[in-house]
């Protein structure tokens, strides 16, 4: 059975994002939804904690990464705002699967910047995962890409690539043709521009909007051969590495709007008393804390596989589950928030329709 017992820095790690996530990404969640993307002051506040910069020291990084710690991270961030921690941590996952799956020349080319102490804060990358036939599962990645001469051809689709317009690196996962399991992906460090290649900016966005992001269409895109980061072991454990932020982000959608509401329940007065004492209420905030605890676990399990080095297959297995579960249990716990609300909950003057919406945007 495995140890979930934090230690002593991941506690410090722990609360320093809390504190991060309160004090900086609760507080500026509206503007930045309003603006589209994070403030470069955030994002310099952010770069100055060292939470955003996990990348060997070697290259000017704070140290490897550390699945469990960054779950907790995520979580916390997730629940200061979960579109600013998506713009934040979508943005670490490029460079991250450079640094997961790419060669030492890749590594020294595209690292480096996101390390620099004066301009470091003002990088972004990206990992493109997700396409138009399916979601963020290892199994529904058919993009495809095939040796032709000198170079790698391309086709199929992306989408909801957080900062995927403007981004280096930008990264995208990709199946080689004809290729099965896991021993057929491979991520490809896709050019600024390319014939083939196109890229579309999302628009009129239900939530993460404040997490800018593209789509991008491939149809017999040439890109060169030293695009190409990696097949295989690096590639899973960098596709696995996203799922458990994505899970961890959602654990802290979830935990605001469990924490928000039944703030609101305890305040709100019908017919004389608290409506936290109705049990209509009551069992619906019980449940929202139950299923949070339980979506945890599977994220801390995952976790603890990813750092203990598990194999392909039950990386996978475990990280996928737990970012599915995590979702699904943002999605319903932010609903059931609106609904403590009652009417209270659509207005803008409560964060709660917003979490509502960064949840469902999450699929």
Known sequence: MPNFALTEEQEEVRRLAQSIAVEQLRANARRSEKNGD???ELMQTLAQTGLTTPFPELYGGSGPIEAMTYALIAEEL???DGSLAMNVLGSMMGPLTVALA???NQQKQYIPPFCDEREGYMQRGSLAFAERTGGYSLVDVSATVCSEGQGLVLNGTKRDVIHGKQANPRVALFRREGATGTGGLCAIVLPERGDGMEIHEDAQKLGLIAAPSASYTFTDA???TNCLLGDGEGVVRAATLYAIIRAGVACGMARAALEYAGEYAKGRIAFGRPIVSYQGIAFMIAEMAMKLDAARLLLWHAA????RGAECETLIREAE???HQAIKMAKSATTDG?????GAGFLQDHPVEMWMRNAAAME
């Open 78 to 80: 997730g629940f200061g």
């Open 102 to 104: 790419g060669d030492e």
């Open 222 to 224: 040439v890109v060169p």
């Open 304 to 307: 603890t596989s990813w750092d």
């Open 38 to 40: 994070i403030s470069p």
């Open 338 to 342: 609106v609904q403590i609300l009652g």
């Open 321 to 323: 589950a737990a970012q």
